[in-house]
């Protein structure tokens, strides 16, 4: 079968790599993928906006299945346009229709559906331009450290977590006022939790589902989670504390409620559940949704998925998942990414990479491309190196020694990835 695969980053070289193992597949194209995507399959340059584009590009490829890896084709509707297509509409698209992804794209709908289907997720209000007192009196209400969030998409900056009331007050003001554009005309306003956070991951075909590995990833610039919020510095797999007891609770709290949720909906929703937790006592609560595997979790718990995975996008497409086997590896799965200096604010592209060869990690490229002279850096996450272990400990020293022998001008990653785990064997 030739797929399609859609997005550049770390998640799609990881999927990419998994994809091209599989004795399913004919052909692999990938739009439009980074320098290490194209090791398996043909990058094809694409504005994954570009919907007709897309289209064509289908069609020309004799694409007969597309696997869509980042959400913001998926918000604005990538899997109605092929299914609304005359030309399209027998090609399967991995990924939820509109009315699915908006879990992602608004946190207010989000909070709205949890609460309706009492799945555990802390206290709430929304506020808008026209009521923005009550959010700040609602603020009064609340204990520090304060959160806000950006109701719509806003690349992973849209969350505040402040400690002063006067601060947040302000913030709440900005936020209204277009600080993250159209995605902040609604905050939403929560209870602050606090606990471990962990990421858990499902696929569904829209009637059954299937729990994948769950990893936890690092999201702060700094060395002991200080610093800026970036797309994630690293992650592991499994998380020690996530044993049978807490995720039976996950399972039987968060993700059958929110899979039963949807079809009681009546939402087209095939492809990939993300749920954002936070073990509070014990206890799983919902942070958020995301509706695409996560990026660099992607880059742990594609390594340790052993069964086919195109078997498994095929059985969802068939609305067979409850039928599927899925296997997992029992060894751990760690990745630590390396940046560009700078990242998350200002940095330079185009720094020339030196990669050895490396036999005992994977190599996941995120924001990297080819030139005349090799591959050179093209965004804020460059790699995320891969590596398997007994446990999480073993793995990343594999990863570490890796980082190390991998060179650019300015390279950076954290060294404490893990820092706050104690592996349970």
Same mark, same amino acid.
């Given at each position: 079968?030739?797929?399609?695969?859609?997005?550049?980053?770390?998640?799609?070289?990881?999927?990419?790599?998994?994809?091209?193992?599989?004795?399913?597949?004919?052909?692999?194209?990938?739009?439009?993928?980074?320098?290490?995507?194209?090791?398996?399959?043909?990058?094809?340059?694409?504005?994954?906006?570009?919907?007709?584009?897309?289209?064509?590009?289908?069609?020309?490829?004799?694409?007969?299945?597309?696997?869509?890896?980042?959400?913001?084709?998926?918000?604005?509707?990538?899997?109605?346009?092929?299914?609304?297509?005359?030309?399209?509409?027998?090609?399967?698209?991995?990924?939820?229709?509109?009315?699915?992804?908006?879990?992602?794209?608004?946190?207010?709908?989000?909070?709205?559906? !949890?609460?309706?289907?009492?799945?555990?997720?802390?206290?709430?209000?929304?506020?808008?331009?026209?009521?923005?007192?009550?959010?700040?009196?609602?603020?009064?209400?609340?204990?520090?450290?304060?959160?806000?969030?950006?109701?719509?998409?806003?690349?992973?900056?849209?969350?505040?977590?402040?400690?002063?009331?006067?601060?947040?007050?302000?913030?709440?003001?900005?936020?209204?006022?277009?600080?993250?554009?159209?995605?902040?005309?609604?905050?939403?306003?929560?209870?602050?939790?606090?606990?471990?956070?962990?990421? /858990?991951?499902?696929?569904?075909?829209?009637?059954?589902?299937?729990?994948?590995?769950?990893?936890?990833?690092?999201?702060?610039?700094?060395?002991?989670?200080?610093?800026?919020?970036?797309?994630?510095?690293?992650?592991?797999?499994?998380?020690?504390?996530?044993?049978?007891?807490?995720?039976?609770?996950?399972?039987?709290?968060?993700?059958?409620?929110?899979?039963?949720?949807?079809?009681?909906?009546?939402?087209?929703?095939?492809?990939?559940?993300?749920?954002?937790?936070?073990?509070?006592?014990?206890?799983?609560?919902?942070?958020?949704?995301?509706?695409?595997?996560?990026?660099?979790?992607?880059?742990? /718990?594609?390594?340790?998925?052993?069964?086919?995975?195109?078997?498994?996008?095929?059985?969802?497409?068939?609305?067979?998942?409850?039928?599927?086997?899925?296997?997992?590896?029992?060894?751990?799965?760690?990745?630590? !990414?390396?940046?560009?200096?700078?990242?998350?604010?200002?940095?330079?592209?185009?720094?020339?990479?030196?990669?050895?060869?490396?036999?005992?990690?994977?190599?996941?490229?995120?924001?990297?491309?080819?030139?005349?002279?090799?591959?050179?850096?093209?965004?804020?996450? /460059?790699?995320?190196?891969?590596?398997?272990?007994?446990?999480?400990?073993?793995?990343?020293?594999?990863?570490?020694?890796?980082?190390?022998?991998?060179?650019?001008?300015?390279?950076?990653?954290?060294?404490?990835?893990?820092?706050?785990?104690?592996?349970?064997?």
């Amino acid at each position: 079968m030739n797929i399609l695969l859609l997005g550049s980053g770390g998640r799609e070289h990881a999927l990419a790599w998994k994809i091209s193992q599989s004795n399913k597949i004919s052909k692999l194209f990938i739009a439009p993928g980074n320098a290490g995507t194209s090791e398996f399959g043909e990058n094809i340059e694409l504005n994954l906006s570009d919907f007709k584009a897309i289209k064509n590009l289908t069609i020309e490829k004799e694409i007969e299945m597309v696997i869509v890896g980042p959400e913001q084709p998926l918000v604005d509707g990538i899997s109605d346009y092929f299914l609304n297509d005359k030309d399209l509409k027998a090609i399967p698209v991995i990924g939820p229709v509109k009315a699915g992804a908006i879990l992602e794209g608004s946190k207010d709908f989000a909070k709205t559906f !949890m609460s309706k289907y009492g799945i555990p997720t802390a206290g709430y209000k929304s506020f808008t331009k026209n009521n923005i007192d009550n959010g700040k009196a609602f603020l009064e209400e609340l204990s520090a450290p304060y959160v806000l969030k950006a109701d719509g998409l806003a690349a992973g900056k849209g969350v505040l977590i402040l400690d002063d009331l006067e601060e947040a007050k302000s913030a709440l003001e900005e936020m209204l006022n277009g600080q993250f554009g159209k995605a902040s005309n609604t905050v939403v306003i929560e209870e602050f939790l606090s606990g471990i956070e962990l990421s /858990v991951f499902a696929v569904t075909d829209g009637k059954s589902y299937k729990i994948l590995p769950e990893a936890k990833d690092y999201k702060r610039i700094g060395e002991g989670d200080t610093g800026l919020n970036t797309g994630g510095m690293g992650a592991v797999s499994p998380v020690p504390f996530a044993d049978k007891e807490f995720m039976d609770k996950v399972e039987k709290r968060i993700v059958k409620p929110t899979i039963d949720g949807l079809v009681n909906e009546k939402i087209n929703y095939k492809g990939f559940v993300f749920f954002g937790l936070i073990n509070v006592g014990g206890d799983p609560w919902v942070i958020e949704y995301n509706v695409r595997m996560g990026d660099p979790e992607a880059e742990v /718990v594609i390594p340790r998925i052993e069964s086919d995975i195109v078997e498994l996008f095929v059985h969802i497409k068939n609305e067979t998942l409850e039928e599927a086997n899925i296997e997992f590896s029992k060894n751990a799965c760690a990745t630590v !990414m390396m940046v560009s200096g700078g990242y998350p604010g200002e940095y330079s592209k185009g720094k020339q990479i030196e990669i050895p060869e490396i036999n005992d990690s994977i190599i996941f490229h995120a924001g990297t491309r080819r030139n005349d002279s090799g591959i050179v850096t093209a965004g804020g996450r /460059v790699i995320a190196v891969s590596s398997m272990g007994e446990n999480i400990f073993d793995a990343l020293d594999k990863s570490y020694k890796n980082a190390g022998l991998i060179n650019f001008e300015d390279k950076y990653y954290r060294n404490d990835i893990g820092f706050d785990l104690k592996y349970k064997g």
